[in-house]
């Protein structure tokens, strides 16, 4: 996940998030995980395809000039904003705004996603060639967003459920991430850009730190009690490891930093006091952490 801290782009919307399609068998991944939870629906991400068409529907039909769509978008928005006006429904609101935003994309897209123009050492340090739909082009097509001012970048990298033959498999997404990775920190850094930028590469839980015996060979299990993530660029400390488990990488026991905890931290890094920031949902003032967090100040530089 990047975090943009600059100026945000007109054309592009805010949150974008990207899949790459390499691996053994990538799991599903379903719309709900960047959904915008109990947010107005037009905070929600969208979804870039890494082959084909970025965006689907995206383009005129055959036939249909610019200013023909025009004219439809404009009358659309005249009935959606007519029915606000009614209703106050934040649906609606919703609606308007990917309306506008579909309309801007058209142009901006595709030379956002066209990166036969960047020369070749950088598309040797990611790794990647035009097109290919790994995480590496991926990488290189966040640091083209953070450039043109998309303020959240989610990249998706699957096949990470190592339950069996973790030795052949790790070794192969490894070798997927980590080089992309290296890069786009690096790239980041030479444009100036990694200060306004933070970074947070991490999973949605651990692995035990014991064997699983499977038919397919030995592998882990799901674990919550001990895992890692890293955070850089964007107001983080520089050169820090924080926190440590136990003698056998089982439980996490010291400096140990909740989930609340981590959000806390990002929303302050983002200029945002996670405990005055609440928003009306269902009759309630709910905030981004719950009624917990806490601001995790050691990783601040």
Known sequence: MLYGLGSESEDLPGFVVLTSTE??????ISTRMWHSGFLPGQFQG???????DPVLYLNRPPGVSAA????????????????????????IATRIAQYEMAFRMQTSVPGLMDVANEPKHILDLYGCRPGDGTFASNCLLARRLAERGVRFIQLYHRDWDHHNDLVKFIRQNAANVDRATAALIQDLKQRGMLDDTLIIWGGEFG????????????????????????LC??????GLTYGATDELGYNA??????????????????????????????GLDLRLTNVAGNVVKDLLA
Do not use: C, W, Y
């Open 23 to 28: 691996g053994r068998s990538p799991q599903p």
């Open 46 to 52: 969208v979804h870039l395809r890494s082959k084909g």
């Open 68 to 91: 023909q769509q025009q004219d439809v978008v404009t009358a659309v928005q005249s009935l959606n904003r007519s029915q606000r006006s009614i209703v106050d429904d934040p649906e």
């Open 207 to 230: 692995r035990t730190p014991m064997a699983q015996k499977d038919k397919g060979g030995p592998g882990r299990d799901h674990h919550m009690k001990g895992f890692s993530m890293f």
């Open 233 to 238: 660029g964007g107001g983080i400390k520089r």
């Open 253 to 282: 026991v010291e400096n140990i930093v909740h989930v609340h905890d981590l959000h806390a931290t990002i929303l302050r890094l983002l200029g945002i006091d996670h405990k005055r920031l609440t928003v009306k949902f269902q």
